[in-house]
């Protein structure tokens, strides 16, 4: 099985910085996408940034020009680096991969998310 944890969340005054993490464990052969998805009080989840195991990434316009998404392969973790942070960005952050792993038909790309990690951003 597969285990993804977040970490590095928090209370942060408006204009500051907080790095969250986020690494997978277990039987894993490879990983492509490691995304982060927000979910804010009343709001749906969304997507806040993508990379994929060749180094692309994009984002939400909402957070283009203050957050960065990188990632240590070697590690399987994914970061993000949140800078000028505004009370529009509290909310659970969560980390969704797609492992790649054995089954007993073969490899296989499976979803995994993990258990979030709030922010708050404090005005």
């Known amino acids: 099985q597969v285990q993804v944890v977040e970490s590095g969340g928090g209370l942060v005054q408006a204009g500051g910085s907080l790095r969250l993490s986020c690494a997978a464990s277990?039987?894993?052969?490879?990983?492509?996408?490691m995304d982060w998805y927000r979910q804010a009080p009343g709001k749906q989840r969304e997507l806040v940034a993508h990379?994929?195991?060749?180094?692309?990434?994009n984002y939400a316009d909402s957070v283009k020009g203050r957050f960065t998404i990188s990632r240590d392969n070697a590690k399987n973790t994914v970061y993000l680096e949140m800078n000028n942070l505004k009370p529009e960005d509290t909310a659970v952050y969560y980390c969704?991969?797609?492992?790649?792993?054995?089954?007993?038909?073969?490899?296989?790309?499976?979803?995994?998310w993990g258990q979030g990690t709030q922010v708050t951003v404090s005005s």
């Open positions: 969704r991969t797609d492992v790649v792993h054995t089954t007993p038909a073969g490899l296989g790309q499976f979803q995994y």
């Open positions: 277990g039987s894993i052969f490879s990983i492509n996408a």
């Open positions: 990379s994929t195991n060749g180094g692309s990434t």
